[in-house]
Structure formats: C-alpha cells, structure tokens
C-alpha cells in the first residue's frame, strides 16, 4: 500500500463525511426540537456526570432520578433541580416513564433496572461498565431490548470517542491498507471492569468477533478467585476475520512498560490507540521507525458542551458523544458507538480468557455454550462506593453548586 499525504488528507475528509451525523450536527437544530425525557438510576460519582450532561444538551431534559442512598438522592435532587426522586427504578417507573433511561448503578443492579425499563416501554436504556457478571444476565438484557424494540447503548467507554470512530471508519475503508497484525497491550489488572475499554476497541478496529480464546493467567492466587481483580493474562485470540491477536499482559519481557491499548498495522500503517485519539502512523523514516502524521480528526461539534462541565474535561469527549450517539440511535436509529450488545461481548472474551487459563490454557471456542459462567468485577464496581467503604460524600455529590 502506498498512501502519500495527499491522498490521506482527501480520504480521511470523504470518510469523515460518512460518519454519524454526531460530529457535524448544528447545536441550533438541536434547539428546536422535541426534549427527550431522562431519567438516572444511580446517582453516584459516575450518574452525576451522566446527568451533568443530559443537562446541559439541547435535546435532554432530567425529569427523574432514582437513588438508592437517601442522603445523596436528596443532595442530586436539589442539585439538579429535579423533584421527581424515587429509591429505585420500580418506584421511579410506578411514576414515571422517561423516554431514556441511564443506569449506571453499580453493576450488580444493573440487570433489575434496564429490564424494568425496556419493559416499562422507555424507548432507550444504556448502562455502564461492566454490564453483569453472569453471561446469562447480559443476554437477558440484550435480548429484551430487542425484543421491545428499545435502544441499548454501553455508557462512558472510549470505542464512542468519535477520533476512535473516525479511525475505525478508516480502517474498515481499506486507507491504511490490509491489516497485517493486531495486538491488545496492558491487559491485565481487571480484564473485564477495565478490560472492556480494549476488547470493545479491538472488536470495532478488527470488524470482528473473537471466535477463539488462548490464554495464560497469573498471579495463581488471582485466577483462583471469582472476580478479575489483579488477573494479568497474555492470549491470543483467533478473530472471525483478519489476523489473529496477540493480547500483552501487564508484564512485558524487554522491561519497558508498553503503556496499554490496541494496536492494528499493516505493510504502511499504524493505527494506536492508546486511551486517548488514536495516533496514526504512516511509512517509514530513515531509520525504519514508523512516522507518526498528524490524523487531522474531524473536529467534535459538541465540544462546547464538555467545555460548559469544568468537572468533565478529564473523561475527554466520549462520554458526551456516547451519549449523542445513544440520543441519535434513538432519533435515526443509527448505529450506537457503544452497544450493551458490546459490553456483552466484552464480558464474554473476559470470561473465556480466564477460563482458557484456568483450564491449563485450553483452546475455548466462542460463543460459550455455558450461559452460567460469571466473572464478578473489583467488589467497588460490583456493589458500589457505599458498600466498599469508598463512599462519595455528600459535599462531592453536591458538586460545589449548592
Ligand atoms: N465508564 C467509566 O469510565 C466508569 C467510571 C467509573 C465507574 N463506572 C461504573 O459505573 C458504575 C457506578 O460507579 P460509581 O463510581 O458511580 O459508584 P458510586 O458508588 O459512586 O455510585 C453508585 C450509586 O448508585 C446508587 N445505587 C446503588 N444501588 C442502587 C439501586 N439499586 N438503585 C438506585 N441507585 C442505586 C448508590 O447509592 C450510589 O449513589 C459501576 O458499575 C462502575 O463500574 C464506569
């Protein structure tokens, strides 16, 4: 493949064109149209800044939340001028029935809330990381929202960050050439609570699912356990298409760290994705490294409503187009950036991997048979701050508004 600079720049323009509408819309059409009607389940650290932006978007309007911790449903209330509040999603439903709901309670309640939700009629629902720990949860949530024709969006992951769209797009196109290798890096430390962030990049840069999983786990003590706290795991993973992936644990032989992501190369290219926009390198110096070029990333049109949220600048951009996107599937019924359909896939390599290693690194065919297989996160995100002694308090959660 031979891509010059010119070439790149007018591609990666045609491209962009055909993204989602997300990053070209004009905040002004946004204005005028109909609000959608929000609600939040769980109001914690990461439901306040789910709410933070439902409130700031043209489009949204927060009229409910339902929080579990009386003290703090009272201190989000007031905070955000939000008078519907209830303990939980049934009461919220009793009452009320947004248009779109986010839960992003711990993720032991999860399941409860977004199939109350589907079956409550809302027309979108989206979670967070990670969906459940039992596959068959994940399918059941999946598969209701499909079954009532309801929109299931993933939450605050960085596949929905639009300069990772906008390099996925690039790669599906056939610019950076016939992918020759592709590697996950860093994956280790919780494969599934964090773990998701690389396996949902990996299966939107490869444009595949893993069909196959080999891996080797340690430290012994943590593949002993029931949840993915601490699990360093080196695999490799046989994708329906393309090359097959190697996946670097948190170890690395030549002592250098190699910082954690997805990487995907061809004969010309490189594309990295390293948490954050992805870097692109194309062709080589004059001593045979990789030259990294400036991508030239469409710009995001809703920055501005990252730069009204001081509290949100350090999540970058992707849990606003998250969001956008979820909004948008629901308008258009485009495609989501980041699915629950995602989070379940994640959830599922994550599963394999462990057992694959738990097994004495046996060869583990996806989809897994067994819809019984589990795999808790850290207890913080199983069960939350208030039941991990990392409470948020209550001066945090007012959020230095009131
Ligand atoms: N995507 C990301 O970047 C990211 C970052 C942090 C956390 N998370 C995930 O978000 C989820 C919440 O994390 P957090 O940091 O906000 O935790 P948190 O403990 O700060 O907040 C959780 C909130 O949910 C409430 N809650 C618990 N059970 C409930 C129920 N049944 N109904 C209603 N409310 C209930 C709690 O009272 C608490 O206020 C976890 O699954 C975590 O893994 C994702």
Same mark, same amino acid.
């Given at each position: 493949m031979n891509v010059n600079r010119r070439k790149f720049l007018t591609q990666s323009v045609t491209i962009s064109a055909g993204l989602a509408s997300l990053s070209t819309q004009h905040l002004s059409q946004e204005r005028s149209s109909t609000k959608y009607r929000v609600g939040i389940v769980g109001c914690g650290r990461m439901g306040q800044h789910f709410a933070d932006v439902y409130q700031a978007l043209p489009d949204t309007e927060l009229v409910a939340i339902a929080e579990w911790n009386s003290e703090r449903r009272k201190v989000v209330g007031k905070r955000y001028g939000v008078k519907a509040l209830y303990k939980d999603v049934n009461a919220m439903l009793k009452e009320v029935v947004p248009d779109l709901v986010a839960v992003i309670t711990p993720s032991k309640f999860m399941k409860e809330a977004v199939i109350a939700s589907a079956e409550a009629g809302v027309k979108g629902v989206s979670t967070d990381k990670p969906i459940a720990a039992t596959l068959a949860d994940a399918d059941a949530m999946v598969a209701i929202c499909e079954k009532r024709g309801v929109v299931f969006s993933g939450g605050n992951l960085q596949r929905a960050m639009p300069e990772v769209q906008e390099a996925a797009e690039r790669l599906k196109s056939g610019q950076y050439g016939s992918p020759e290798g592709i590697a996950i890096h860093g994956f280790g430390g919780e494969i599934s609570g964090g773990g998701c962030q690389h396996l949902?990049?990996?299966?939107?840069?490869?444009?595949?699912?893993?069909?196959?999983?080999?891996?080797?786990?340690?430290?012994?003590? #943590? =593949?002993?356990?029931?949840?993915? *706290?601490?699990?360093?795991?080196?695999?490799? /993973? %046989?994708? !329906?298409?393309?090359?097959?992936?190697?996946?670097?644990?948190?170890?690395?032989?030549?002592?250098?760290?190699?910082?954690?992501?997805?990487?995907?190369?061809?004969?010309? #290219? =490189?594309?990295?994705?390293?948490? *954050?926009?992805?870097?692109?390198?194309?062709? /080589? %110096?004059? !001593?045979g490294e990789r030259k990294q070029i400036n991508p030239s990333y469409r710009p995001f049109a809703w920055r501005s409503i990252i730069d009204e949220i001081p509290s949100l600048r350090k999540t970058n951009n992707y849990l606003v187009s998250?969001?956008?996107?979820?909004?948008?599937?629901?308008?258009?019924? !485009?495609?989501?950036?980041?699915?629950?359909?995602?989070?379940?896939?994640?959830?599922?390599?994550?599963?394999?991997?462990?057992?694959?290693?738990?097994?004495?690194?046996?060869?583990?065919?996806l989809p897994l048979e067994d819809r019984s297989l589990t795999l808790y996160p850290r207890p913080y995100r199983w069960l939350g701050g208030d039941e991990t002694d990392r409470p948020q308090s209550l001066e945090d959660a007012k959020g230095g508004e009131i």
């Amino acid at each position: 493949m031979n891509v010059n600079r010119r070439k790149f720049l007018t591609q990666s323009v045609t491209i962009s064109a055909g993204l989602a509408s997300l990053s070209t819309q004009h905040l002004s059409q946004e204005r005028s149209s109909t609000k959608y009607r929000v609600g939040i389940v769980g109001c914690g650290r990461m439901g306040q800044h789910f709410a933070d932006v439902y409130q700031a978007l043209p489009d949204t309007e927060l009229v409910a939340i339902a929080e579990w911790n009386s003290e703090r449903r009272k201190v989000v209330g007031k905070r955000y001028g939000v008078k519907a509040l209830y303990k939980d999603v049934n009461a919220m439903l009793k009452e009320v029935v947004p248009d779109l709901v986010a839960v992003i309670t711990p993720s032991k309640f999860m399941k409860e809330a977004v199939i109350a939700s589907a079956e409550a009629g809302v027309k979108g629902v989206s979670t967070d990381k990670p969906i459940a720990a039992t596959l068959a949860d994940a399918d059941a949530m999946v598969a209701i929202c499909e079954k009532r024709g309801v929109v299931f969006s993933g939450g605050n992951l960085q596949r929905a960050m639009p300069e990772v769209q906008e390099a996925a797009e690039r790669l599906k196109s056939g610019q950076y050439g016939s992918p020759e290798g592709i590697a996950i890096h860093g994956f280790g430390g919780e494969i599934s609570g964090g773990g998701c962030q690389h396996l949902s990049v990996l299966r939107l840069f490869s444009g595949s699912e893993v069909e196959e999983v080999l891996a080797w786990a340690g430290p012994p003590e #943590a =593949l002993k356990k029931n949840d993915d *706290k601490g699990l360093n795991v080196n695999a490799l /993973f %046989n994708l !329906s298409r393309g090359p097959d992936c190697q996946v670097f644990g948190l170890t690395q032989p030549y002592g250098q760290k190699q910082p954690s992501g997805v990487d995907v190369w061809s004969k010309d #290219a =490189l594309v990295r994705w390293r948490w *954050k926009s992805p870097e692109i390198y194309l062709g /080589f %110096n004059a !001593s045979g490294e990789r030259k990294q070029i400036n991508p030239s990333y469409r710009p995001f049109a809703w920055r501005s409503i990252i730069d009204e949220i001081p509290s949100l600048r350090k999540t970058n951009n992707y849990l606003v187009s998250s969001i956008r996107s979820f909004i948008d599937a629901v308008k258009t019924k !485009s495609e989501l950036w980041i699915s629950g359909h995602d989070l379940r896939q994640a959830l599922e390599i994550a599963i394999a991997c462990k057992l694959s290693a738990q097994l004495g690194n046996r060869s583990i065919k996806l989809p897994l048979e067994d819809r019984s297989l589990t795999l808790y996160p850290r207890p913080y995100r199983w069960l939350g701050g208030d039941e991990t002694d990392r409470p948020q308090s209550l001066e945090d959660a007012k959020g230095g508004e009131i």
